[in-house]
């Protein structure tokens, strides 16, 4: 299998030129603007066939360029950053709605003011109620394969549902690392050509997408993207399977769980900072805590069964969120706490706020972290439930 | 008749669903939006009185839907299937020969 020492975008950018994709349309915004410089590359060195590139003047209508082309049957693809990803927030809900299944890179950025370009995941979190499939990755390697697979599960016929891979700005993006990349024949044996839920360029039986819905009908759409949604669990579930059969890596768990066995605490959180935290959970393993790891992987659709399956046997859960939902508290925190309300299982749950905007989270924070949880877990009570874990006090 | 002055729209199947299964995945709508009636939207109906009416079209020209066309006799006439009640023929006629009429259902 071919290697490739690569940054998080540039192994973005070689997935969606291995997935074979027809459609381009981007607008640059750091620190995503790489991705889009690489497909570019490829499109002026002729590496690329059948490769339409779309210079649009915003992200708004990078997100409509890759809905019209989707609508006829192409296969699209773009890639954003924060503010940008904020600009295409209606167009989300277009893409989502007329089932297009547009496969996009989110680089996570912190949200400005005060103006930041480091990482942060309230951008993508922020369009979770939007209809698209959320995936996070922790490496490049997983950059990579999550944009094949999504493709694979966008498209399938029980989906029909846009998805965005998400990567932490500069701790992935701009970092390189090596990426086992397969043979292109094995690629495209794995991701066939998209066969379209419907193409507009159908003159002889003409129609239109997203015409009105009045209260008759609106209704029935939104459950059928719920509907959808649940089905992706399968989807997602047999399509990592499938790839890890194929090429090596195995992503049938929509949580991955790290050394959780026997474990008392388990830190949950997503992303490239959770390559930190099994650093650490090795370290603390070896002075004695029994800790795992459980890094959520697909954020939408939320896998409900498998944290209900981990909670019922660790005493303590500790969720890590790069992100913060004001007037409550972190995103995953609040999905996972309300997901185990009507379960019989009860672990004491405790939310640390960490890396807001770029801040380094290191394997001593983790041990910390740890130790505080031991605490808590001894004495029965949480000393509160939010922690702003960083702040200078 | 002459159809530089549009005639009534064709008429097509309105798409009913009985059950969400029905419902194609996507939400599109075949053959254009001419099975997608917007007419059960109103509240008052405009009724043209046609002893009052100079045929002057102005009507015609206003119905922002458009849901107004003229007849062979060349009286206007309203499609009730997409008319939304908005009553801006009534409120424009110069002989107020349209009157908005509180519709039963």
Same mark, same amino acid.
């Given at each position: 299998?071919?290697?490739?020492?690569?940054?998080?975008?540039?192994?973005?950018?070689?997935?969606?030129?291995?997935?074979?994709?027809?459609?381009?349309?981007?607008?640059?915004?750091?620190?995503?603007?790489?991705?889009?410089?690489?497909i570019a590359e490829f499109i002026a060195n002729g590496e690329v066939e059948n490769l339409q590139y779309v210079p649009v003047?915003?992200?708004?209508?990078?997100?409509?360029?890759?809905?019209?082309?989707?609508?006829?049957?192409?296969?699209?693809?773009?890639?954003?950053?924060?503010?940008?990803?904020?600009?295409?927030?209606?167009?989300?809900?277009?893409?989502?709605?007329?089932?297009?299944?547009?496969?996009?890179?989110?680089?996570?950025?912190?949200?400005?003011?005060?103006?930041?370009?480091?990482?942060?995941?309230?951008?993508?979190?922020?369009?979770?109620?939007?209809?698209?499939?959320?995936?996070?990755?922790?490496?490049?390697?997983?950059?990579?394969?999550?944009?094949?697979?999504?493709?694979?599960?966008?498209?399938?016929?029980?989906?029909?549902?846009?998805?965005?891979?998400?990567?932490?700005?500069?701790?992935?993006?701009?970092?390189?690392?090596?990426?086992?990349?397969?043979?292109?024949?094995?690629?495209?044996?794995?991701?066939?050509?998209?066969?379209?839920?419907?193409?507009?360029?159908?003159?002889?039986?003409?129609?239109?997408?997203?015409?009105?819905?009045?209260?008759?009908?609106?209704?029935?759409?939104?459950?059928?993207i719920a509907k959808a949604m649940e089905e992706a669990k399968k989807v997602i579930k047999e399509v990592g399977k499938e790839y890890g059969e194929?090429?090596?890596?195995?992503?049938?768990?929509?949580?991955?769980?790290?050394?959780?066995?026997?474990?008392?605490?388990?830190?949950?959180?997503?992303?490239?900072?959770?390559?930190?935290?099994?650093?650490?959970?090795?370290?603390?393993?070896?002075?004695?805590?029994?800790?795992?790891?459980?890094?959520?992987?697909?954020?939408?659709?939320?896998?409900?069964?498998?944290?209900?399956?981990?909670?019922?046997?660790?005493?303590?859960?500790?969720?890590?969120?790069?992100?913060?939902?004001?007037?409550?508290?972190?995103?995953?925190?609040?999905?996972?706490?309300?997901?185990?309300?009507?379960?019989?299982?009860?672990?004491?749950?405790?939310?640390?706020?960490?890396?807001?905007?770029?801040?380094?989270?290191?394997?001593?924070?983790?041990?910390?972290?740890?130790?505080?949880?031991?605490?808590?877990?001894?004495?029965?009570?949480?000393?509160?439930?939010?922690?702003?874990?960083?702040?200078?006090? | 008749?002459?159809?530089?002055?549009?005639?009534?729209?064709?008429?097509?199947?309105?798409?009913?669903?009985?059950?969400?299964?029905?419902?194609?995945?996507?939400?599109?709508?075949?053959?254009?939006?001419?099975?997608?009636?917007?007419?059960?939207?109103?509240?008052?109906?405009?009724?043209? +009185?046609?002893?009052? !009416?100079?045929? =002057?079209? *102005? @009507?015609?020209?206003? /119905? &922002?839907?458009? $849901? #107004?066309?003229?007849?062979?006799?060349?009286?206007?006439?309203? +499609?009730?299937?997409? !008319?939304?009640? =908005?009553? *801006? @023929?009534?409120?424009? /006629? &110069?002989?107020? $020969? #349209?009157?908005?009429?509180?519709?039963?259902?």
């Open positions: 299998m071919p290697k490739k020492v690569v940054s998080g975008n540039y192994a973005a950018a070689y997935a969606a030129k291995h997935a074979r994709v027809e459609v381009v349309a981007a607008y640059p915004i750091t620190p995503q603007t790489s991705i889009i410089e690489k003047e915003s992200e708004h209508s990078a997100m409509a360029a890759c809905i019209g082309a989707s609508a006829t049957g192409a296969r699209a693809f773009t890639a954003t950053s924060a503010q940008g990803l904020a600009l295409m927030h209606e167009m989300l809900h277009w893409a989502a709605g007329a089932r297009l299944p547009i496969v996009m890179v989110d680089v996570n950025r912190a949200m400005a003011p005060p103006w930041s370009v480091w990482d942060d995941q309230t951008d993508s979190l922020a369009q979770r109620d939007t209809g698209w499939l959320q995936f996070y990755a922790e490496n490049n390697q997983e950059v990579y394969d999550g944009v094949l697979m999504a493709f694979k599960i966008a498209e399938h016929e029980k989906v029909n549902l846009p998805v965005m891979v998400v990567e932490s700005a500069f701790i992935l993006s701009h970092t390189y690392d090596v990426v086992d990349m397969p043979e292109q024949e094995e690629i495209d044996e794995f991701l066939p050509p998209r066969k379209p839920l419907y193409t507009l360029t159908d003159f002889e039986n003409p129609f239109s997408v997203g015409a009105l819905g009045t209260p008759a009908d609106y209704y029935e759409f939104r459950y059928k194929r090429f090596g890596r195995d992503y049938s768990q929509m949580i991955e769980l790290y050394k959780t066995d026997d474990a008392e605490i388990v830190f949950m959180g997503m992303g490239s900072l959770m390559g930190t935290v099994k650093e650490a959970v090795d370290m603390l393993r070896s002075e004695g805590y029994k800790v795992g790891a459980a890094k959520v992987r697909w954020f939408r659709p939320f896998p409900k069964e498998e944290l209900y399956e981990l909670a019922k046997n660790v005493e303590g859960i500790a969720v890590l969120d790069r992100n913060f939902s004001f007037g409550q508290e972190g995103i995953l925190f609040n999905e996972a706490k309300g997901v185990l309300y009507n379960t019989d299982a009860k672990p004491i749950m405790k939310n640390y706020i960490v890396g807001l905007g770029g801040r380094d989270l290191t394997v001593n924070d983790v041990k910390t972290i740890a130790k505080n949880m031991r605490e808590i877990i001894q004495k029965g009570k949480l000393d509160r439930e939010i922690e702003w874990y960083h702040l200078k006090r | 008749m002459n159809t530089l002055f549009g005639e009534k729209k064709a008429k097509a199947e309105k798409m009913v669903f009985k059950s969400v299964d029905e419902y194609p995945e996507a939400p599109i709508t075949l053959g254009t939006t001419l099975s997608n009636f917007t007419g059960d939207w109103r509240t008052f109906m405009p009724v043209i +009185d046609e002893s009052k !009416c100079i045929k =002057c079209y *102005i @009507c015609w020209k206003f /119905c &922002p839907e458009p $849901a #107004i066309y003229i007849k062979e006799d060349g009286y206007t006439a309203v +499609d009730y299937d997409y !008319c939304k009640g =908005c009553g *801006i @023929c009534a409120n424009e /006629c &110069p002989t107020k $020969a #349209i009157s908005m009429v509180r519709e039963e259902k």
